[in-house]
């Protein structure tokens, strides 16, 4: 490639076992004086451990966020933060909660500080998502790029193997479409391709053995670096039908990008032999499509979308919505190449 353009996103990122007590002076290197912490009701204790090491810096906990961030949730936030004179956000938990954080962000222009714990990778994204009316729109904007990211690998330990895996795959997707996208540079292609060796190599030891400290914080690392991708591309068709399967059916988010990411990877790649190559790199493998698939089966993330609870009669109406509103692809995607690769995906590996 002897011609790119990279746009470098501003972040500072603290990484490190027990880098969460580190949650006040970062705070404070912002100047922020009353943080709203924010997460989801399960992660409450998390939560209040944050409140409780920023001490008077603290405002106050909102522990409602939910997934695909509901404007109702964004509103309820946002009548909080007004009544604690809140002047910044601390978002503790996975994509949901971050999601919430940005969405603040966007309406306010006051900072996130992120402290992710899973591999979801939206905190290093300028992306915001936000669902009215049972449509999620999203969008890009640099004022929700989180200030500073806390990545402490401990916060991970937590995190069931399932959805460690599914998350994991979440990150691997980001990776994977970062490397065909149209506007990939080489600094991405570096990244997603050791993004996604440290992936696909500590998430089976994640497994094996949730405790495992070492591989937790190379998953977490790899996340970071595939949330950067995602962060400087264009999406393609992946992420195109996870978003049309996750709105229209209502799916969970991470399953949803693991059960998908094989079959559009076999589709894909054939048209995309340098992001290819990179994959066969980083998994060791000359056929990526198919090593993307051996991962899953080993995690045991579920075959395919059916067992999500989609129905085969939903899938014309899901092609129908990623034909009408198309993203950027290595491949043209016809209606019935997207047929057959959904009705793949449906059935999933037997
Ligand atoms: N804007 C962006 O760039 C991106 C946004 N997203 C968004 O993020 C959302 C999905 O985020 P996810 O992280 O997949 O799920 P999530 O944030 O909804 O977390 C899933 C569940 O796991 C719990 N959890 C999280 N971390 C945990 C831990 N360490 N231990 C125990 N429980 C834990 C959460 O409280 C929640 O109940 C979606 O809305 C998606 O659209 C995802 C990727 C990128
Ligand atoms: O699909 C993804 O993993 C990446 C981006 C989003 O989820 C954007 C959003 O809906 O918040």
Redesign the pocket.
């Known amino acids: 490639m002897s011609s790119f353009v990279y746009d470098a996103l501003p972040m500072r990122v603290v990484f490190g076992s027990g880098s969460l007590a580190r949650v006040a002076d970062e705070v404070e290197r912002l100047g922020l004086q009353r943080v709203l912490v924010l997460c989801t009701p399960q992660q409450r204790e998390l939560a209040d451990q944050v409140a409780e090491l920023l001490g008077n810096r603290a405002a106050g906990v909102f522990d409602q966020a939910r997934m695909?961030?509901p404007v109702e949730t964004v509103e309820a936030a946002g009548t909080v933060a007004v009544d604690l004179e809140a002047d910044g956000w601390v978002a503790a938990g996975g994509?949901s909660t971050i999601?919430l954080g940005k969405a603040l962000a966007l309406r306010t222009g006051l900072p996130v500080v992120a402290v992710p714990t899973t591999y979801?990778?939206?905190e290093m994204?300028p992306?915001?998502?936000l669902t009215q009316d049972g449509r999620?729109k999203?969008g890009r904007d640099r004022s929700v790029l989180p200030h500073t990211v806390i990545y402490d690998p401990d916060l991970t330990l937590s995190l069931p193997p399932s959805v460690s895996a599914t998350s994991g795959l979440?990150a691997l997707?980001?990776a994977v479409e970062a490397l065909y996208a149209p506007d990939v540079s080489p600094v991405v292609s570096a990244m997603a391709e050791q993004g996604v060796r440290d992936l696909a190599a500590a998430l089976p030891l994640i497994a094996a053995d949730p405790g495992d400290s070492a591989a937790r914080a190379a998953c977490l690392q790899g996340a970071w670096l595939c949330g950067a991708c995602?962060g400087s591309t264009t999406?393609g068709l992946h992420?195109k039908l996870?978003?049309v399967l996750?709105g229209m059916l209502d799916l969970p988010?991470a399953e949803t990008?693991a059960v998908v990411l094989p079959h559009v990877a076999a589709y894909n790649l054939p048209a995309a032999p340098s992001a290819a190559a990179a994959l066969n790199r980083a998994l060791a493998t000359d056929d990526a499509a198919a090593a993307l698939a051996y991962l899953g089966s080993r995690l045991d993330v579920p075959p395919g979308l059916r067992d999500l609870g989609v129905a085969a009669s939903d899938l014309p109406r899901i092609a129908a919505e990623v034909l009408a509103h198309p993203y950027a692809n290595p491949r043209p995607v016809t209606g019935p190449d997207l047929e057959t690769l959904l009705h793949t995906a449906w059935k999933g590996r037997t």
Request: hydrophobic share 30%; glycine share 20%.
């Open positions: 695909h961030v994509g999601g979801a990778g939206s994204t992306i915001w998502g999620k999203t979440n997707a980001h995602l999406m992420h996870c978003h996750g988010h990008h």
